[in-house]
């Protein structure tokens, strides 16, 4: 797969380390990530998966460009990322929508705020909250959606303006299991109809299997960078909720927890002490 | 925040109307006043009469008598609400945009805010005469810093994702201001609101009473001259009305605009 990117990858780490203050000693800094380089080819679904605290939302947020890192480089379909990557959209943990627009003027956000008219923002709004299942509940504000409809929404502000990039922080690890499997094959069903490039990062093995192209295993932070990755080959499209039980996924997961293993332990013995 | 007093048990029950409780309340306390002035346990000198202070109402509006005076605190209030409202939600947005205006300023906006700025007023009435000017500016100085303290801390407090996501969905610096900081901004100045209302009404009055020739607290004031005490209290009494009807309005004011607030919808009492 890797061999498809090279020309013209999405996105390219190319050593890239991210230091940041250290709070409990003044005046040195800890590197969350150290010397990390990963490609995300064009069109590829890649999955980080690691241990808690192990920089992948550092990670994210240099692809973004919300973060500059502190050493190397970062490259967006082929050019070098200062600023925000307008190339992607940001899928965030925690709920990210604005608490005062409706869902309609959410998923209008985006575009609204790249010049588009608002009566033109409105109307693609609703075709795309149409898309996600909830064009009943325009008028709704985020208080009044459930933790599932909110994430859709999310989808749906960040699908309409196509990104060509998609980075996702654990997106559904709020949701309980149902509503996750539900949103993990809306997730696919719409990125087979775009097939953007993904990031997606998560600390669910299973989660990260099933969804992507590539699972990319992180070291245990702090100067985490990538240790080891995997190629999926199950077939597409995916059930969520069923592939689990293909032998072929039980393969893989037992082929990643070997090495995913070694450095959730090493995080467990560290924090023990 | 209002809500928080009811414990879930209470509200479990469907809540009976209050209002003929609060009615009886009103009366009783009324009934007693006046049967204490009228068997002279209480002088009616210095407490004035019930009955008394109801005809001195009912006179200044019969007469119309009332309207020029009230017309002017009513619009000094409204003036110093909307002028120290807007000058602290710009103010606040500025500062909690600017870490070095911010600094900067720091100190002297502590010093000012704690200082009991009622005491301006003479000073006031000095630059700006006696005309609605000097009040307006009194309760400009208390109703500022009570939205810019709000507005300065929510500002602050926007949520970092909220921010981020509009910065990814394409938000430049001045969409960040009208669509993150202002709208979150708003609901702090909400919250302030009610407060900032009675202040700018401290402001006429306190204003008009140190010295002025018009206005409800000049009615108050040449009543006191003469120790008309209905007088004093038919006054407080219109006032007193008045601040609760302004209160209210905000209250309406508050729940049209800030309906994406959970637990807006409900908050009403």
Known sequence: ?273 | MRESGSSIGARAQPKRAMWPWHLLLLSAVLGAWYALTRSGLLPSFFFGEPLVVAQRIAGWFITGKIFPHLGVTLLETVLAFAIGTALGLAVGLWLALSPFASRLLNPYITAINSMPRVILAPIFAVWFGLGIASKVMLGVTLVFFIVFFSVYNGVREVSPVVLSNARMLGAGRRQLLRHVYLPSATAWVFSSLHASVGMAFVGAIVGEYLGSSRGVGYLILQAEGVFDIDTVLAGIAVLTACALILDRVVSIAERRLLRWRPGSSAEHY
Not at chain 1, 54 to 73: I, M, Q
Not at chain 1, 100 to 105: H, I, Q, V, Y
Not at chain 1, 248 to 257: A, C, E, P, S, Y
Request: with cysteine.
């Open chain 1, 1 to 273: 797969m890797s061999s498809v990117g090279a020309a013209t990858a999405a996105l390219e780490f190319m050593h890239v380390s991210c230091c940041f203050p250290d709070r409990a000693k003044r005046g040195q800094s800890y590197a969350a990530v150290r010397q990390a380089s990963l490609t995300v080819g064009d069109g590829e679904f890649v999955a980080l998966v690691g241990p808690t605290g192990c920089g992948k939302s550092t990670l994210l947020n240099v692809a973004a460009g919300l973060l500059a890192p502190t050493e190397g480089e970062i490259r967006a379909f082929g050019s070098a990322l200062a600023g925000i990557n307008r190339d992607a959209g940001y899928l965030f943990q925690p709920d990210s929508l604005f608490p005062w627009r409706s869902a309609l003027e959410n998923v209008a956000a985006g575009l609204e705020f790249r010049g588009a008219r608002r009566s033109d923002a409105h109307e693609r709004a609703q075709g795309w909250l149409a898309r996600v299942g909830l064009e009943a509940h325009a008028a709704k504000y985020p208080h009044e959606l459930s933790g599932g409809m909110r994430k859709r929404v999310a989808l749906a502000q960040i699908w309409i303006l196509q990104p060509r990039l998609l980075l996702m922080d654990e997106p559904f690890s709020a949701l309980d299991v149902q509503t996750r499997q539900l949103m993990e094959n809306e997730l696919l069903s719409l990125w087979a109809d775009n097939r953007a490039s993904v990031l997606f990062v998560t600390h669910d093995l299973e989660e990260a299997i099933a969804l992507a192209d590539r699972v990319v295993v992180l070291a245990a932070g702090p100067e985490s960078h990538p240790i080891a990755e995997f190629t999926v080959d199950l077939p597409r499209p995916r059930d969520v909720a069923e592939i689990g039980l293909q032998p072929r996924f039980i393969d893989l997961h037992r082929q990643v927890w070997q090495t995913l293993k070694t450095e959730v332990l090493s995080v467990y013995a560290r924090e023990r002490i």
